[in-house]
Structure formats: structure tokens, C-alpha cells
């Protein structure tokens, strides 16, 4: 069997984007009354803390499952799963497991002791093919910083990927790359305002 093509389950891609919405909403999401700042600057009622919402092992395990029907829907390998740490990395991580793949963590800078590196977790050469994840964007600014980090290293990003997508700015910035952008869920499967 190729890398990250092994999965757990046979669920239609839509059933798992289903149930990942509704872990969101039930775990993870607060409609505030005062619009407060998000790091990419925007403002939002809507708060969504993927982190909590994906807490659990049983959910954690969804969103892997999610993610490598997502890649089988097009038709892609790849050797490691990760991406800009925090966010990133219990999703990459995830995902390795499930598809007996490696995982990947990039740093926001490059560690100024030992190796001094900024990817931490699997070694890095030309060719080596990459599911690059993060867990809430709004801008993309992050996850096309780790974009950047792989470019570095030769990485092949096969497909780029996010739990939850809060606005539009992220699809066309990955489409000047030429790297294929698809979120598992966006503003719209929430029911909420975008941003941006």
C-alpha cells in the first residue's frame, strides 16, 4: 500500500465533513455578543477554538479519518503530514498515525540551539511529498509560512489542507502557488460570517 493511503473507514467523505461540523459547533464554537480581534487582524462574533473541539480521541480520530478520505477523493499520496505549530501539529500527528505516515512540525523560527532547525519530526529531501494541515485560518498567513519553511527544505506539497476555513483569502493565495487548497470546512458549512 502506498503512503497515506491507508484508512480507517469507508464513510463517504460528506458524512465525515457532516459530523467534523457538528463537532465544531457542539465543541468548539462561541457566537460572542462584542467582536473581538483574530490574529490576522479581522474582527469576528464568531470564536472557534478547533483545539478543544477536536480534544477528544474519538475526535481527534475523525478529523484523521476526514483528512485521508479527503486525500483519496483526489487521488493523493504523500509520505508526511504536519504543519505550522500549534495548530498544526495534534492534526499532523493524527494523521501519520492513521496513515502510518510521518509527521511534521514547523517552528515560527528556526531553533537557535542544537541542529538549529526550523521542521522538527521527519527529515526532509527533495521530493519528499507533503499533506500540509493547519486548524483555523482566516487569512492563510500561517499555513503559508510553513508553506514557505518546506519550500526550503524541497518538500512537494501534494495537498494543502485545513479544518476550518473562516474566509476566501487562503484559495486563491495556494492557487498563485499552484498548490492544490482544499478545507475540509469553511464559513459556509458552519453557518457563519466570513472574515476577510
Not at 472557534?48 to 478529523?63: E, M, N, P, T
Not at 498567513?141 to 518546506?150: F, G, K, N, P, T
Request: charged share 25%; hydrophobic share 40%.
Amino acid at each position: 500500500m502506498a503512503a497515506g493511503t491507508r484508512s480507517a473507514s469507508s464513510r463517504p467523505l460528506s458524512e465525515l465533513r457532516s459530523q467534523l461540523a457538528q463537532v465544531i459547533l457542539d465543541f468548539g464554537y462561541e457566537r460572542r455578543e462584542e467582536p473581538f480581534q483574530l490574529s490576522s487582524g479581522g474582527t469576528s462574533h464568531d470564536y472557534i477554538d478547533a483545539k478543544r473541539a477536536i480534544a477528544k480521541g474519538s475526535r481527534f480520530g475523525l478529523v484523521a479519518e476526514a483528512i485521508l478520505a479527503l486525500a483519496a477523493e483526489h487521488s493523493v499520496t504523500f509520505d508526511a503530514a504536519g504543519g505550522m505549530t500549534m495548530g498544526a501539529d495534534p492534526i499532523g500527528v493524527a494523521v501519520s498515525m492513521l496513515s502510518d505516515t510521518e509527521w511534521f512540525s514547523v517552528r515560527k523560527a528556526s531553533k537557535g540551539h542544537g541542529r538549529q532547525r526550523r521542521i522538527e519530526g521527519k527529515e526532509f529531501g527533495p521530493g519528499v511529498r507533503v499533506l500540509l494541515v493547519d486548524d483555523v485560518i482566516t487569512s492563510g498567513r500561517s499555513i503559508l509560512d510553513a508553506l514557505d519553511a518546506l519550500g526550503e527544505v524541497d518538500a512537494d506539497v501534494v495537498l494543502a489542507t485545513t479544518l476550518v476555513d473562516r474566509g476566501d483569502a487562503a484559495r486563491g493565495a495556494f492557487a498563485e502557488r499552484e498548490v492544490r487548497y482544499e478545507p475540509l470546512l469553511t464559513y459556509k458549512d458552519l453557518g457563519i460570517d466570513p472574515v476577510g
